[in-house]
């Protein structure tokens, strides 16, 4: 999902309903979705919306009817108040969307069998039912419309009151044409209610596979640097006396890791600052494996490089083999306890095979640590595998197979 980096002092500090809100105004250059946000009125509109319309129907019709019949003080201060409660008690349909359903409907009741003429429709009734329905209360509703309009049909007669069939029936069309609304309404805000959650999910899973990725880089990178440093600082310390110029060679080998580990690192922090994928350690391919072996080697430990590839394969996969050979030599150095390693790579079908033998006494606890989850991580992700197995050395074989034109 692309989305346009904001100004950060007008970044989001919550969300309502999906839509990043800022200092109460929503952020329209994102949303969960992605998608360009539409006009949403604000929450305080949605709730008195239907309260004043309801209100400016119902109120003057039943005013009317009372000026122009004149029931009595008594009656037609009944139907004035009956005409109101009703659309004031949808203020409470947010928070108590059943009761709040039910008392609109006995409101409705009273006022269609005091008021004579064929005025409007009771609109607070249609508003409460599509919220109640909408809110889940839909038990509620079916109970309170049903029970109300059954006792309007058998009360009406009792007070006088003949009603045409057509309008009987239009009533009920209209009734149940609510029900049809809030149904829809509530299967649209559960929809969104999905894709706001599936939203947050990818969002959530990108960011640890990003997480991930950047573990297994600066794990790679810090983690072999350090053991190559301690294993040439340990051959200069014990050379600097009896051989000089090999301890002067340690130390240029420590100054030309650290140099090169920090600029793995610094590209990998470059990806975190910038926007999209920016590539990681540009020198991270198979032709830097010599420089890689040369680095590993000490007077008491020999790293070999057998290179049986006519071409090299993709970028991915050159990337993906160079941090496994990387990582398998690390171990080496740091459990195998060896005094040599060789590395191969050949191509067998559609697939690049690279080995690591070693001929040390194992790594048996390093197959459960960050280093080899690391190593599988990244074949995985290429479609490929890794292999911890014994090696014909003694040692330890690590076997990568690794899709040739897989890509990142």
């Excluded at 969960?32 to 119902?58: H, K, M, N």
């Excluded at 160079?322 to 005094?339: F, G, K, P, S, W």
Aim: aromatic share 6%.
């Amino acid at each position: 999902m692309s989305v346009r980096r904001a100004d950060p002092g007008r970044m989001p500090r919550r969300y309502d309903r999906g839509v990043p809100v800022t200092d109460g105004r929503p952020h329209w250059e994102a949303r969960w979705d992605g998608r360009p946000d539409r006009f949403r009125p604000p929450p305080g509109a949605v709730l008195w919306i239907p309260v004043v319309i309801s209100l400016l129907v119902q109120v003057p019709a039943a005013m009317s009817s009372v000026f122009w019949h004149r029931p009595g003080v008594a009656a037609g201060l009944a139907q004035i108040a009956l005409a109101a409660v009703g659309p004031i008690a949808l203020l409470a349909s947010r928070r108590y969307p059943g009761p709040t359903v039910a008392f609109v409907a006995a409101a409705a009741l009273g006022y269609l069998l005091l008021v004579r003429d064929d005025g409007p429709p009771y609109l607070a009734l249609a508003f409460a039912i599509v919220l109640a329905v909408a809110r889940r209360a839909l038990v509620w509703a079916v109970v309170s419309v049903v029970i109300a309009w059954v006792a309007a049909m058998v009360f009406a007669p009792m007070v006088g009151l003949a009603w045409h069939p057509f309008r009987i029936a239009l009533v009920t069309l209209g009734l149940a044409a609510c029900f049809g609304i809030g149904a829809l309404v509530r299967v649209r805000r559960d929809r969104a209610a999905e894709l706001q959650a599936a939203a947050i999910r990818r969002r959530r899973t990108a960011e640890e596979r990003e997480r991930m990725r950047i573990a297994r880089e600066l794990h790679d990178v810090i983690g072999h640097a350090l053991s190559q440093i301690n294993v040439q600082a340990s051959v200069g310390l014990h050379l600097m006396d009896r051989d000089p110029e090999q301890a002067r060679t340690a130390l240029g080998s420590i100054k030309e890791t650290s140099k090169t580990a920090l600029e793995e690192v610094r590209s990998v922090l470059g990806v975190i600052r910038s926007e999209g994928d920016a590539p990681l350690a540009p020198q991270a391919e198979l032709a830097e494996l010599p420089r890689l072996l040369a680095g590993v080697r000490s007077p008491g430990f020999e790293a070999e490089l057998v290179d049986r590839l006519a071409e090299p394969p993709g970028r991915a996969v050159q990337f993906a083999a160079y941090r496994i050979v990387q990582e398998a030599l690390t171990n080496v150095v740091r459990h195998a306890d060896a005094t040599r390693a060789i590395v191969a790579l050949e191509r067998l079908d559609d697939e690049l095979l690279v080995t690591v033998d070693d001929d040390g006494r194992g790594s048996r606890g390093a197959e459960e640590g960050t280093g080899i989850l690391g190593m599988r991580e990244r074949a995985a992700l290429l479609g490929g595998s890794v292999e911890i197995s014994a090696s014909p050395r003694g040692g330890t074989r690590v076997t990568a197979r690794l899709p040739w034109g897989a890509t990142a």
